[in-house]
């Protein structure tokens, strides 16, 4: 059985902070103002883009979340008048949960709406 010792492995007795050598393998390019305009135009459009789409996408969250709530408030009433079952607790607060999500994505969609008739 061959173990190695912990006398075998040398511990530092002093720290030593040493600078790091700069790395002449890195290419350095520079850009023109123009091109510099020019890629400040596309991350503008980007951004616009980037905010119809969560625009269109918390509209699509909005109609889901209706839906869900009214066929859920449909099929409770059903089975509570048709069976006479009760509904259960979790069926309620989920409901609450969609009216929050929707009053929630209600605000950020219109915020995001007149944010951008500001600009």
């Known amino acids: 059985m061959n173990q190695n010792s912990n006398n ?3 511990f530092p007795l002093d720290e030593v ?7 002449t393998d890195i290419p350095t390019t520079f850009m023109t103002s123009s091109e510099a305009d020019h890629i400040e135009k596309q991350m503008k459009v980007y951004r ?10 918390g509209l699509f969250m909005i109609i889901g979340c209706l839906a869900a709530y009214f066929l ?8 509570e008048n048709l069976f006479g079952w009760t509904v259960s607790t979790l069926t309620t ?3 609450e949960l969609l009216k929050f999500l929707v009053s929630t ?8 709406t007149v944010k951008n ?3």
């Open 8 to 10: 075998d492995y040398q």
């Open 48 to 57: 616009v883009i980037e905010k119809s789409a969560f625009k269109r996408y």
């Open 72 to 79: 859920i408030v449909v099929l409770s009433s059903i089975l």
């Open 93 to 95: 607060s989920f409901v």
């Open 17 to 23: 902070d040493v600078p790091i050598e700069p790395s």
């Open 117 to 119: 008739k500001d600009e």
């Open 105 to 112: 994505l209600i605000g950020y969609v219109f915020s995001e």
